[in-house]
């Protein structure tokens, strides 16, 4: 979210507004497509396009999936479900890697301005053990993501603030008339909008759980995943086309790739770092989440010991 104003800097205001919003409805149905499969594969459901609302879909079960490997083996076979979990392993632990980075950078930043007197909590890698040992192994180590509900609220509000502190700052001090950015940035058609294409498709990415998330959720059926499906991403796709336009519109072409970093040092904004710091935190279990589960699936499958010696036929 931190990198939308340069999404809107590159792509201009109209390519942008169109760009994110084709994402996000693309985004939502895939991931809206991935429940139905789960909820298909325990029963007869009627396609999407058929009016899933009026359609009885018996209740998830056993013969469904709740995991990529498992839609997988039930769509195309068993023998190549690795294919799946090897994806979703590769995608997520490359996540995994890129949220500890932002957390070192995260909570460094913000210790050093709110904790000046307290060196040793100034480092990356210092942080990083502290909030691994606090906060990403216990989280990680849950199975069922129920409890992780909590956590997500908490980094919702975390984020809720750095929005806030950017909406409130581009009311007050951009430059919203004819004079100001956005006016001189509305349909540019330049090369930098495939670049913004890129944080398009990276906003919205969640589907790594989808089926988990079908899975467990309460008195699931289709009807009531499409609703919350759609109020989710609707949310925000409202949040990132107003957390661009803001950032654009109260920097310009100053806009850095990571926006806090266009603000100062004031207390409000190592509370911003502080907050995003927090708001990965508890976002990185859902990713670990999918890592776990694919990684135990190929382990099941006894695909890591693919080279142990065969027995000798006679």
Known sequence: MLSLPVAMRG????????GITLAGVLNAYTFFLLGWCCEALGGLCRFPFQGFAKSKCAPFDVTGASSFGELWAKCFGQQNAWIADITVLANNSMACLAYCVLIGDF????????????????????????????????LSLMKDLAPLRYASMAGLVATAYVFLMLLKDAVGSA????????????????????????????????????????????????????????????????????????????????????????????????????????????????????????????????????????PDQH
């Open 11 to 18: 792509a201009g205001l109209a390519p942008y507004v169109v």
């Open 107 to 138: 909570f460094s930043k913000a210790l050093t301005g709110l904790l000046p007197d307290y060196p040793l909590l100034h480092g990356r890698g210092a942080d990083l053990v502290l909030v691994g040992f606090c906060l990403l192994v216990p």
């Open 175 to 310: 430059r919203w008339g004819a004079e100001g950015p956005l006016a001189s940035n509305i349909s540019p058609f330049r090369l930098d909008f495939f670049q913004a294409l890129a944080l398009f498709g990276s906003a919205f990415m969640a589907h790594y759980n989808a089926p988990k998330f079908y899975a467990q959720l309460q008195d699931r059926s289709v009807p009531k995943f499409a609703v919350l499906v759609c109020a989710a991403f609707g949310l925000a796709l409202v949040v990132f086309v107003v957390f661009g336009m803001c950032g654009f519109a109260l920097f310009g072409y100053e806009a850095e790739g990571n926006i806090l970093k266009n603000y100062g040092f004031g207390p409000e904004v190592m509370l911003a770092w502080l907050s995003m710091g927090f708001s990965v935190a508890f976002t990185y279990p859902l990713v670990f989440s999918g890592f776990r589960d694919s990684f135990a699936s190929l382990r099941r499958a006894q695909f890591f010991f693919c080279w142990e010696r065969q």
